[in-house]
Structure formats: structure tokens, C-alpha cells
């Protein structure tokens, strides 16, 4: 079926680095995405990854992705105060035939001054 | 560019009544996709439109509807609402073949007493 899973709650201190995790299920999925809701928007696309690849990085955000066992992370280097917020990973499955994005419970990540 | 628009932005609605929502996309996106986002069920897949026509469809009552026109701009309809309907409601567009990137508009909160 389709199931996203993500850890509820992470808690880092600024200035250190925070890892993001997800595990998703459908292999056929063309991308993997990254998302950050902060309260009262929208959500925020951070970056994507292309399911032949297994790492990007992208200025202080760097995707691995284990296609072997349907795991996609998200680290963040040099997290800061305003990195507060909820991160949702998303998978797209069908293999490109359709938009349709299948969203993780979504991680809160605290950051302590 | 701007971003993805959607009105209103808040909304209260009492049960029974039907509800239509207006999301503007990207211009020159032709795929707008509708996502309801609750606490207890997360960010759940409505429907996409793509040039004029439903593309896919989530598991949601015929309740639910959406349609786009000629312009890409698209409209999601909710009649005889319900308690359960309330919600934020997240439209996304892309432009395909682009990475396949959405980017999502601030969202419409609804909210039926």
C-alpha cells in the first residue's frame, strides 16, 4: 500500500547538523521530494532527487537516497533557528504518469539556540 | 514569476452548505493538483487537472470535485459539508517534465461549524 513513514520529532541544537528520515514504498517512484511547512503556510519545496541517483546536495541540504530499502534522507548542515519547522518527504509513485505525490506524517524540527 | 495563488485564504462554512475553492497556478504550468491536510490524516491527494481534464483521482466522496479551465486556473468543490471537512487545502502546480517540481500555494483554510 501506500505508506510514507517519517520520525515525528527531532530536536537539534544551532549550529549542529540534523538528519531527516523516511522510509517509502513504492519503487517505482521517479522522484522523491523534500518539503518544509512552516506554521501558517504553505509548503515549501527544498529540493528533489531523481530515483537513479543517490546523493545531491545542495547548498547546506544533502539527499541520500537507499533505493534498496526505500530510504531517503535529508541532512542539514549548520542548522539554524530559522530551520525551525516541519519537513515532509513525498514520493511520487505510477512512475511519472501522474503528479500525484504521496506525503510522510511530516518531521518536526526543533532547533535550540 | 508569481507563485501559486489560491482564494480565499479563510474560510467558515456551516454544515450543509457547498463550498468553492479558486487556485491560480504558475504561469505556464498546466497541472494543478488539490491536497487536503489535517491533523489526524496528514496531507492526503484530492485530485490533479491537467490541460482541462482529471488526470488521477484520491480516495475522497463524490462530495469532493474539482475542475480546470482553458487558463490553468482550476476550482475544487465541496458540497453538504461535514465537521470532518475542515481543513487546510493545498493546491500545487508543475509544468511536466521539469523534475516534475510542484510548488504549492499558502493554501485555503476551511473551517465548517
Known amino acids: 500500500g501506500e505508506d510514507v513513514e517519517q520520525s515525528l520529532f527531532l530536536s537539534v541544537r544551532e549550529g549542529d547538523s540534523s538528519v531527516i528520515n523516511c522510509t517509502y514504498t513504492?519503487?517505482?517512484?521517479?522522484?522523491l521530494y523534500w518539503y518544509k511547512q512552516e506554521p501558517g503556510a504553505g509548503l515549501q519545496l527544498l529540493t528533489y532527487i531523481f530515483s537513479n541517483m543517490d546523493m545531491k546536495q545542495d547548498q547546506r541540504l544533502t539527499v541520500l537516497l537507499n533505493k534498496k530499502d526505500k530510504h531517503l534522507s535529508l541532512r542539514i548542515a549548520d542548522t539554524q533557528t530559522g530551520d525551525s519547522a516541519i519537513y515532509f518527504c513525498?514520493?511520487?509513485?505510477?512512475?511519472?504518469?501522474?503528479?500525484?505525490?504521496?506525503f510522510g506524517t511530516g518531521t518536526l524540527l526543533a532547533v535550540q539556540p | 514569476k508569481a507563485g501559486v495563488t489560491q482564494t480565499p485564504r479563510y474560510l467558515i462554512k456551516t454544515r450543509g452548505q457547498q463550498v468553492t475553492l479558486s487556485c491560480s497556478p504558475i504561469s505556464g504550468h498546466r497541472s494543478v493538483s488539490w491536497y487536503q491536510q489535517t491533523p489526524g490524516q496528514g496531507l492526503q491527494f484530492l485530485f490533479e487537472y491537467f490541460s482541462e481534464t482529471q488526470r488521477n483521482k484520491g480516495n475522497f466522496p463524490g462530495r469532493f470535485s474539482g475542475r480546470q479551465f482553458s487558463n490553468s486556473r482550476s476550482e475544487m468543490n465541496v458540497s453538504t459539508l461535514e465537521l470532518g471537512d475542515s481543513a487546510l487545502y493545498l493546491c500545487?502546480?508543475?509544468?511536466?517534465?521539469?523534475?516534475?517540481?510542484?510548488?504549492f500555494g499558502p493554501g485555503t483554510r476551511l473551517t465548517v461549524t
Open positions: 500545487a502546480s508543475s509544468q511536466p517534465g521539469q523534475g516534475d517540481e510542484q510548488y
Open positions: 513504492d519503487s517505482s517512484s521517479t522522484y
Open positions: 513525498a514520493e511520487s509513485p505510477g512512475g511519472g504518469a501522474t503528479n500525484k505525490l504521496i
